[in-house]
């Protein structure tokens, strides 16, 4: 007994030895059937649910350590700092407020964003970021055995949170130009169905319009998965009036410069609202977050002229990376997905790495020629362009 115990802890060692130096290769096209090893050697306990012990999980994008001198365009964050007025709130609060639990439902939240959203305070629904709004829609609407639809490719979250709940995630081809294959997603026979919109990682955009069609025939939930709204020329809030089985998912992160905080929120008919405030933590959003949060959607100004900024940016790297002969897909968000000019987009991203420029590549069918680039401020996009021309320039010397 004492030698097996010996040869568990070796080999728990080994397993940590293993998974520290995978860590910092997590990103190389060799990562999965890595961690297919790392599995092996840890071996889940039994006690483990077998759908967690079958799943690869959600991975997220990159994150430079402390004191990293990069240009990071890899995970959409805002490039401008949140408004002056989130830091002098989160400066003024009482220690009182941290003693004591914070409001259920953010209720101080609600009330600013109802105001600017023009909708009551009760169809909304506050989150720890739109992950926690996903999965509370998740476990309100789609029960196990169930099954979730989505237009492929999109955020990879969605099939993770459908294996959490033991339903089954199912994913159907764009239309063509990326418009919404509302006959294929109505075929599923889905208890929901998410759609981002604009969507991730192709930045492209469903009109309202296509989305209240899909809505008029499908009967399940449909979730509009807003993250980059705030980036496009329209949105489908209006929906919602008409339309209880639409719910709309929105998040501080990119639009409010608020990704290192967490908070998000849905927006729905009253009585949606009511059923997912159920689901919910019981403390699902901090007081901090709360504070913060109010701040940033009180000012509209602040984030408008961030917004603007933005999409002139992106118009202009667009437009400079297409007559550097990539192929740009049209964006409605903080970010594009270009198609490399030689068709080789995992060199692309290994090349700007090297130059200390970080972007993102997924290893999928019809994704592995391009890269998305989050929008930075104007010399964080020259900086990635002259990184580009600096990888072609040997090929055009050749």
């Not at 040869?7 to 190389?28: A, K, N």
């Not at 999109?154 to 239309?175: M, N, R």
Request: with cysteine; aromatic share 8%; hydrophobic share 40%.
């Amino acid at each position: 007994m004492r030698e097996q115990r010996r040869e568990m802890r070796e080999e728990r060692r080994i397993g940590l030895s293993r998974l520290s130096s995978l860590i910092e290769q997590r990103h190389t096209k060799h990562w999965r059937m890595r961690c297919l090893r790392v599995h092996f050697v840890f071996m889940a306990p039994n006690f483990v649910r077998p759908t967690v012990r079958g799943m690869e999980g959600y991975t997220p994008g990159e994150q430079p350590g402390p004191g990293a001198r990069v240009v990071k365009l890899n995970t959409n964050e805002n490039p401008f700092l949140p408004s002056p007025r989130v830091m002098q709130a989160i400066r003024e609060m009482e220690a009182e407020n941290l003693r004591r639990y914070p409001n259920p439902t953010a209720d101080a939240f609600r009330v600013a964003a109802s105001k600017v959203l023009d909708v009551t305070r009760d169809m909304i629904i506050a989150g720890n970021g739109s992950d926690d709004i996903l999965t509370i829609a998740t476990r309100t609407f789609v029960p196990p055995g169930g099954t979730i639809a989505f237009p492929d490719p999109t955020y990879s979250l969605y099939p993770v949170l459908a294996q959490l709940e033991e339903a089954k995630a199912v994913s159907v081809d764009w239309g063509k130009d990326f418009s919404l294959p509302i006959d294929a997603l109505l075929a599923t026979k889905a208890n929901a169905i998410y759609l981002a919109n604009p969507n991730a990682p192709t930045g492209t955009f469903v009109s309202p319009f296509k989305v209240e069609e899909l809505a008029k025939e499908f009967p399940g939930l449909i979730l509009v998965d807003e993250a980059y709204a705030d980036f496009a020329e329209d949105n489908c809030l209006a929906l919602v009036e008409d339309h209880p089985n639409i719910v709309i998912s929105r998040t501080l992160s990119k639009a409010y410069s608020l990704a290192g905080l967490r908070f998000g929120f849905a927006i729905a008919q009253e009585q949606v609202i009511f059923e997912m405030m159920k689901v919910k933590d019981s403390y699902n959003t901090d007081a901090v977050s709360i504070v913060a949060a109010t701040a940033a959607i009180e000012d509209q100004d602040y984030a408008r002229k961030n917004w603007e900024y933005i999409k002139q940016e992106r118009q202009r790297l667009s437009s400079e990376l297409t007559q550097l002969g990539w192929n740009v897909l049209p964006s409605q968000a903080n970010f594009i997905l270009a198609a490399a000019a030689d068709g080789r987009g995992r060199d692309a991203y290994l090349g700007l790495k090297e130059q200390g420029i970080l972007v993102r590549y997924f290893d999928k069918p019809g994704l592995k020629d391009k890269i998305r680039i989050t929008v930075g401020q104007n010399h964080e996009n020259n900086a990635l362009l002259a990184g580009i021309k600096a990888l072609m320039t040997p090929e055009k010397a050749a």
